[in-house]
């Protein structure tokens, strides 16, 4: 049974930073391919980052530059760095697992609030 639990979020002033972090279990991790999404309130999900089992890594135009993915397999985590936050940012972040059939497993969602 794959599992996915995110911690990290929280309210922060605009520029600031926080870590996500997305603990994995159930499944072989380093052969996985992770990433973040975060949805907004009246938003739909969108996607932030990607990172690969090769740890090849993808963002979106409005992170690039101020977030950054990594995966440490050993502790079978996926952590999203994020600085210079904006109130744009703010959403409820979720961990993304996809397996090689294309099937998505979702955490169940970190609360970012970037105040002004």
């Known amino acids: 049974q794959v599992q996915l639990v995110e911690s990290g979020g929280g309210l922060v002033q605009a520029g600031g930073s926080l870590r996500l972090s997305c603990r994995v279990s159930?499944?072989?991790?380093?052969?996985?391919?992770m990433g973040w999404y975060r949805q907004a309130p009246g938003k739909q999900r969108e996607l932030v980052a990607t990172?690969?089992?090769?740890?090849?890594?993808n963002y979106a135009d409005s992170v690039k530059g101020r977030f950054a993915i990594s995966r440490n397999n050993a502790k079978k985590t996926v952590y999203l760095q994020m600085n210079s936050l904006k109130p744009e940012d703010t959403a409820v972040y979720y961990c993304?697992?996809?397996?090689?059939?294309?099937?998505?497993?979702w955490g169940q969602g970190t609360q970012v609030t970037v105040s002004s």
């Open positions: 993304n697992r996809r397996d090689s059939f294309g099937s998505d497993y």
């Open positions: 159930g499944v072989i991790f380093s052969f996985a391919n």
């Open positions: 990172v690969t089992s090769g740890s090849s890594t």
